[in-house]
Structures are given as C-alpha cells and as structure tokens.
C-alpha cells in the first residue's frame, strides 16, 4: 500500500481501478495543521490527467505493472505504429490522446518502453530527453543577437520548439519531451 507521505511526481498508483502515474503534487497546509495534497493524475490506459485532491487518510495500491521494449515505426494521421523491439511481426497502435505531447518528439526506429498493465500493453514511457536533428532555423538579423532571445525553429520529427538565437540548421540538440523546451545543444 501507499501511503500519503509517499505521494510524490512520479509515483504510480491504482487510482478509480486505472493505473495512473501522479504528474504534478503541491501539498497545500490549511488552518489548524490540516494539510492536503492537490495533484495532477495522468491515466497510464487512457492518457488523460485530472486534477484530485488527497487527504493525509487516503492509501492506494500499487499496480502491478512491468514493461517491455519496442520500436517506434511510423504514424499515419493520429495513430503511432510500434513493434516489439526484437519481434516486428508483433505491432501495436496508439492515439496521439494516449501518448499525448511526447508523441510530437518520436522519430523513426527509436525505442520507448511499452507499459504492461493486466497482461495488455496499455501506454509507453518515452525517454525524457531525445536528441533531435534542427531542419529549419530562421537566420540571426545582425544585432539582434546581443540580447537574450528564442526563435522558432522545427524539427526532423516536424516539431516546433523555442530554442536560443545561436542554434542553426543542422544542429542537433536536446529536447525534454515532458516539456517539449529546449535542453541544450549537443553538436
């Protein structure tokens, strides 16, 4: 069981029946030292996130849950096409709602973590931090450069991202797929 206390971002839970992963916990103390924990809960099955409050009484199971490795493939519209890493006659099919804002970050051959919940693969669990490929770059205006800024730019995945002035095309640079900012460059 889980306790309270142990409630934190990233902590997995069986909440409502549902595996669901906590994305976001603000403990907030209310008067005469009742305090609760306001969190935002995203359903590893259907991939939507709710906003819950828990109180200090509250226990949860642990879901049983194990994983396995596949390989990104393709998308067609609103669906990502995956395979078994070491099986590719074993695909596997996710809307763009299930995997949510890391989908825009996948690019071909990559592999992610399948989530296994009840013996059926329900989710996947993308690396936080990709290496991406800079396809097109607005160019530096002379002087503009002298003051902290962002520029748009997009990515081999068709992504757009802010990223600093002095990132080109070319560039192959680090992208947190939680948050779809810009890390650093890497060469």
Known sequence: MISYNELEKGTRILFKGEPSEI??????????????????????????????????????????ISKI????????????????????????????????????FLKENQIVEGIIFEKRLVNLSLPIKVELQVLEAPPVIKGQSAQAGTKPIILETRAKIS???????????EVNTETGEYVRRTS
Do not use: M, W
């Not at 493939?73 to 890493?85: G, M, N, Q, V």
């Open 163 to 173: 990223v600093p002035l002095f990132i080109e095309k070319g560039d192959i640079i």
């Open 23 to 64: 994305v976001e916990a603000k403990p907030l103390f209310k008067g005469r030292g009742h305090s609760v924990l306001q969190a935002k809960i995203k359903n590893l099955i259907t991939g939507t996130i709710i906003s819950t409050t828990f109180h200090p009484s509250d226990t949860f199971k642990e879901p049983e």
């Open 69 to 104: 490795k596949l390989k990104y493939l393709y998308s067609y519209r609103d669906s990502y096409f995956f395979c078994e890493k070491d099986n590719p006659s074993k695909r596997f099919e996710f809307k763009k709602e299930q995997i949510g804002k890391p989908a825009e």
